[in-house]
């Protein structure tokens, strides 16, 4: 039914950036809230970024802003999140994440792909 698939992690130096992508399918993109989470190892999963469904509002964590950008291409049902400037401490597996379209901080997802690792060496 639902399907999220994110790719574009992998190993990056710090300072260096990264592209992820999530394709959806089994939804309309454009009915919800979109995302992004991460998950480090021994640790909880920590909200990233999240961008309305029509594109014109987005939110960011604090250890976040200002380095990562997300967007959304409604049409190709994909949600991208640029990383820039990236840290040792931004080393994580990178989760998508899909919600209500009212729920713009992403509180209560409702669908969730299934990860990929990006890992930042110093």
Same mark, same amino acid.
Request: charged share 15%; net charge positive.
């Given at each position: 039914? /639902?399907?999220? /698939?994110?790719?574009?992690?992998?190993?990056?130096? *710090?300072?260096?950036?990264?592209?992820?992508?999530? +394709?959806?399918?089994?939804?309309?993109?454009?009915?919800?809230?979109?995302?992004?989470?991460?998950?480090?190892?021994?640790?909880?999963?920590?909200? +990233? *970024?999240?961008?309305?469904?029509?594109?014109?509002?987005?939110?960011? *964590?604090?250890? +976040?802003? &200002?380095?990562?950008? !997300?967007?959304?291409?409604? *049409?190709?049902?994909?949600?991208?999140?640029?990383?820039?400037?990236?840290?040792?401490?931004?080393?994580?597996?990178?989760?998508?994440?899909?919600?209500?379209? $009212?729920?713009? /901080?992403?509180a209560r997802p409702y669908h969730w792909g299934q &990860?990929? $690792? /990006? !890992? +930042?060496?110093?």
């Amino acid at each position: 039914q /639902v399907q999220l /698939v994110e790719s574009g992690g992998g190993l990056v130096q *710090a300072g260096g950036s990264l592209r992820l992508s999530c +394709v959806a399918s089994g939804l309309t993109l454009s009915s919800y809230t979109m995302g992004w989470f991460r998950q480090a190892p021994g640790k909880g999963r920590e909200f +990233v *970024a999240a961008i309305s469904w029509s594109g014109d509002r987005t939110v960011y *964590a604090d250890s +976040v802003k &200002g380095r990562f950008t !997300t967007s959304r291409d409604n *049409a190709k049902n994909t949600v991208y999140l640029q990383m820039n400037s990236l840290k040792p401490e931004d080393t994580a597996a990178y989760f998508c994440a899909a919600g209500h379209r $009212q729920d713009l /901080v992403l509180a209560r997802p409702y669908h969730w792909g299934q &990860g990929t $690792q /990006v !890992t +930042v060496s110093s």
